[in-house]
C-alpha cells in the first residue's frame, strides 16, 4: 500500500484538485514547480539554514519521564512547542515562502482559525519584506485578538471574513477568493495538509521535518529509529504528516491520530471528522468531510480553534479508511485535563491542540517497553484566557 | 437537439440570466423563470445554493446563504420544477458546486435533470479533466450539455482542449474574479474578448461574470454569442417584486 501521494494528486480514492478554472493556472504553476523548487541544492540549503537560524530546529525529542511513569510506558515528546512563534506551523510557512519567492510572488495571503498559522505567515513575510494578508473569521477574530494583535505588529493586514458562519472555513473561501482575484502575483500560503493538490503534499513535505528528526535523535536515545507509536492530533492534519511521514511504510511503527471530540463525538457539538465525516469536496480536494445529506458543509465545534476544521487533509482520510492509522477522539474535558496534567508533571504548559493529543494515555493502555513519541505541535500560551476560564485559575 | 445547441444557433445575441434558486423566497423558484422567460430572457441558470460558493462574490454568497435558510436543497429545487416544462420552454441550465451533487449522487442528479427537461449543468469545482475521465459518458446518457469555464489567464492550448470536449458553449469568465466584482470593461478586456473570438472556436462563447447593464451586454455580445448576468440580476430580486423582472431585463437589453 502506498500512503505518499500519486502523481495524480491523490492518496487513494482522496485529493485531486476540485477546483474552478480561474484558480487552474496558480495551481497548476504550482504542481509543475514544486518539487523541482524543493530539490534544488540553494532551496534546501536555504531553508534548513533558516530552520536552524530562525526557527531554532531541531527541536529537542524529550524522554518525559514523570508522563511516562505515571502512564507506565516511554513517552517522548517532540518539542514543536520550542519553535519560533511556538508551533509546528512556522515550518511550513518558512517553506512557502522560499517557495513564492522562487515563482516571483510578491504579495502573501493566508487564512487562519485561532491565529497560529497567521502569525507563523505574518512573521515570515516579514523576514522575506513581502505583503501579508491574513483572512480570518469575524467571528476568531474576537476570540483570538492577541493573535490578530501579533499579525498586525508584524506588518500584516488582517481581513475579517463575514460570509457563512465567520470561522475558519470562511476565512479559507475568502483566501481563495482573493487568490482568483489575484492570479499573478500573489502565493496563497495554505496553514495545514489540506486544499488542491499538491498543496496536502507540498505542506507534508515541509513538517516532514518533524518525523526526520524523530529519526535520528530516537536512535540517540533508543538505539533504534523507529518506536512503537507515533501520536498527533489533527486540525487538518500538518503536525501529523509532519510526524508520520518517515513512518508511513514502517509497519512496525503504529500511527495514532487524535481527532476533537468537542463536547462528545454525538453531541452535536465535535470536529471528530473521521467519525462524523462523510466523502466530498472542501476547499479544493476531496477527503472526509462534516456536511448534511445535502452535501452543505456544517460548522464544527472544539475548545480548540485550531482543531476545528469540517474537514481532515486527504492523507488522513486514506490513513483512516485503510486502517493504517489507529483514530481516536478526544473531549474538551479530557484533553483540559491532560494539558494540565502535563505542567503539573513537566513542566510545560501545551496548546490545547497538543493537548488533545497527550489526553490518549487516559482511553488507551501501553506496554511498559512500549516507545511512544508524543507531537507536542505547539505551546499553550495563546490558550492561556481558555485555561484560565475553563479552570477558574 | 438539446434546447441549448437550438438557441445557440438563433440569429441573435443571447442573454443569459443567472439567479438562485429559493430566493429571495423559498418558493420564488418557478415563477422567477416564467418571469424571465415571458421578458425574453434567451437562457437561465438555476443556481443550486452552497454553503461555501469558492467561486462566487459577495452577492451571490448572500443569496446562497438565505436561500439554504429559506430551506432549499436539491430534492426541494428538484422537486420545484417537476412541473416546469408544462409551462416553459427555455433552455435551463443548473449551476451548483460540485459537493452537494455528489452527494446526491451524480447518475442519480443528471436522471433528475433529464426527467425534468434541464438541458445543461456547470458546476464551476468539477476539474475538466475529472468530468472527462469520470464523468462524460454520464452526463451524455442524460442528453446533458456540460459547460466549462475559460479565463483571461487560460492557455491556448486548454481553450483548445476546453472546445474538444465542450458540446453547448464556452462560459467565458470576464476577468480574473470572483463573480460580481466589476464596474465596467477596460482595454484588457476588450483585447481577450477580441483574442477569443479570433480563435474560431467549435463552440460559442458566452461571457459572464460583471455584466451588469446595457453598455456592459453590448460589449460582451460585440465579441461573443451572449452574455450572462448574475450579480445585478440577484440585487434587482433582493428589493423588486418578482413581476418586476421584466423591467430589469428591458433595462438591459433596451
Ligand atoms: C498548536 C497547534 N497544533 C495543531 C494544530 C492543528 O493543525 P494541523 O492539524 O494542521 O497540525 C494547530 C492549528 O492551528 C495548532 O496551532
Redesign the pocket.
Known sequence: MNYNVNEKGYYGEFGGAFIPEMLYPNVEELRQNYLKVMAEPEFQKEFNQLLKDYVGRPSPLYLAKRLSEKYNTKIYLKREDLNHTG???INNTVGQILMAKRLGKTRIIAET??G??GVATATVCALMGLECIVYMGEIDIARQAPNVARMKMLGATVVPALSGSRTLKDATNEAIRDWINNPVNTHYII???IGPHPYPDMVTRFQAIISEEIKWQLKEHEGRENPDYVVA????????AGTYYHYLHEPDVNIIAVEAAGLGVDSGESAATSVLGKEGVIHGCKTLLMQTPDGQITEPYSIS???DYPGVGPMHAHLAKTGRAEFMSITDDQAMKAGLELCKLEGIIP?I??SHALAIFEQKTFKPNDVVVVSL??RGDKDLQNYIEYFKI | MNRINKKLQEDKKLLSIYFTAGYPTLNDTVSVIQNLEKSGVDMIEIGLPFSDPLADGPTIQASSTQALKNGMTTEVLFNQLKDIRQSVSIPLIIMGYFNPMLQYGVEAFCKKCQEIGVDGLIIPDLPVDVYNEEYKATFEKYGLINVFLITPQTSVERINFIDSISNGFIYMVSSASVTGSQSGFGDEQTKYFKRIADMNLKNPQVIGFGISDNTTFTQATQYAKGAIIGSAFIKHLSTKPVHSINDFVNFIVK
Open positions: 508551533a509546528h506551523k482559525g485561532a497560529q498559522h496553514g495545514s495538509a492530533c489533527i486540525g487538518g492534519g500538518s503536525n501529523a480553534a485550531g482543531l496548546a491542540e497538543s505541535s505547539g
